[in-house]
């Protein structure tokens, strides 16, 4: 399938595409032509990696998972758990560091906040 087919099938731009082959995420061969020729499994693949961008993993991290994902679950290495793992505990810290700003601001919001008149 051509690029645009995929894109129209997954959902995801051409631009998008063309950044997920550079970094490695999917693959095409090339027609004759030089086409983009994808097989029909990357319709799945990028589903799967629009789900681990939206849960806020970053390329490199996508790219070491893939395989993991991809492997039947008893040929799964610790690999997998470990990665997501750390992925959670950098989510957590996330939510910590917001929830540190949040009560900054709200104290700071108390501190200057104007006398109501009643």
Do not use: N
């Not at 086409?35 to 681990?52: A, P």
């Not at 957590?92 to 700003?101: L, Q, T, V």
């Amino acid at each position: 399938m051509r690029i645009g087919e995929l894109a129209d099938a997954t959902g995801v731009s051409t631009r998008s595409l063309r950044y997920y082959e550079e970094q490695g995420l999917i693959r095409s061969t090339r027609t004759p032509g030089g086409w983009r020729d994808f097989d029909s499994s990357m319709v799945e693949r990028v589903v799967m990696i629009q789900h681990l961008f939206a849960a806020g993993l970053s390329s490199a991290t996508i790219y070491e998972l893939l395989p993991c994902l991809e492997a039947p679950p008893e040929e799964r290495t610790g690999v997998l758990e470990e990665l997501l793992a750390q992925q959670v505990e950098r989510l957590e810290a996330k939510r910590r560091d917001i929830e540190r700003e949040l009560d900054l601001l709200r104290a700071l919001r108390e501190e200057t906040a104007l006398p109501s008149h009643a």
